[in-house]
């Protein structure tokens, strides 16, 4: 591997992956089938493409004196009579787990209550706006990097500091960062590292789920919200195809420039400690090992390829852990209603992608943003 220049890449998911865009699947512009699928739709084209004039007059009526809890009854009723998804503006299909099919029908289909009609905001991934397919946001992998790298650079140098709360800053934090790289803006290596965004080979595999909140320990007390929190996420074994550029560095003031090679092994490196740290944490709550076995299998796939394989970690809920730095960690915790919160050099939770809200077996639950990045 050169020390500079663009490298091709491969990313493959070992685990869910949602990376926030601020958009919401919204009650009015989806149904979920009875077959467990959520389709989405822009409202507009909807009542454009519906081609019936009584449909429109009632959901123009329905619009001036009723609440969206009833239009959104009026559009199911729609889509479930024979309509044809995609000829009346369908832009999204996405698999939804059985438990919230279920729990939709149920209390938005067949109840006459808007109460928890809120509670089925569904938060999306990032995605294409001419497809609508999702895509892996370039400064979601560059953030991974950085922290890597930096992390690697207080390691060798032994820098450390004790958690607390004028540590847990950002401020502090970004004053750290400079002071590690040795930069200012204008100098900062960074600057010369370019990774593009990430898009899908072929149709990557998405399904809506929970996200869930375990305590660390077995035998604390349970830390999930009672209220329901869906959310869309990118599915395991999907690969993403992008490009990383390092520059050589013509600023001499650059003194520490990025090394491709260095690179890749300060990302293992860190990277693949919290890896170990969260699978004995799994072992320790009886969750199973499905992202460490998916790992095996393909760098043992891989092994004989010659590319140059790195763990990484990217997107929401994937812990603290994973986006301080190792030795100078300074992580929150709450301790709950009027009670002062404690700072720790790690996180007494970890968020996992659930089939159910409160599952009865950890067999089917996830850790969050898992990922395999391969020069290709």
Known sequence: MNDFGTFNVRLTLLSPVHIGCGEDFEPTNFVITDDG???????????????????????????????????????????????????????????????IKDRYKEQIIKNNTSDIFNQFHIARTSFCPNTKEPYIP????????????????????????????QNSSDHYAKKKENELLNCS???????????????AEGKPARKIVYKINKKKEPNSTRASSDIPI??????????????????????????????????????????????????ETLQRLNITLSTPILYNSIVTE????????????????????????EGNRSIKIKQGPNQPAVYKDHSTTIWLASEKHTPDANDELHPFGWVLLEEI
């Open 37 to 99: 699928r959520l389709l989405h739709f822009d409202f507009m084209k909807f009542l454009k493409n519906i081609n019936n004039p009584e449909v429109c007059r009632s959901l123009s009526k329905d619009f001036s004196e009723k609440d969206l809890f009833y239009i959104h009854k009026l559009i199911y009723k729609i889509y479930t009579q024979n309509y044809n998804y995609k000829k009346i503006g369908c832009t999204s299909i996405i698999p939804v787990s059985a438990e």
């Open 138 to 165: 370039g400064s979601s992998i560059k953030g991974a990097l950085r922290t890597s790298w930096i992390s690697g650079l207080a390691e060798k140098r032994k820098i450390t500091t004790q958690p607390d709360k």
């Open 185 to 199: 803006f204008q100098t900062d290596p960074f600057r010369l590292l370019k990774v593009s965004d990430f898009y």
């Open 230 to 279: 869906i959310l869309e996420t990118i599915q395991p074994n999907s690969e993403f195809i992008g490009s990383i550029t390092i520059s050589n560095p013509l600023d001499k003031r650059i003194q520490e420039p990025i090394k491709a090679k260095e690179l890749f092994e300060s990302i293992n490196k860190y990277f693949f400690r919290a890896f170990k740290r969260e699978s």
């Open 302 to 325: 891989k092994r004989d390829s010659h590319h140059t394989l790195a763990l990484l970690r990217i997107g929401q809920h994937c812990g603290a852990e994973c986006m301080t730095l």
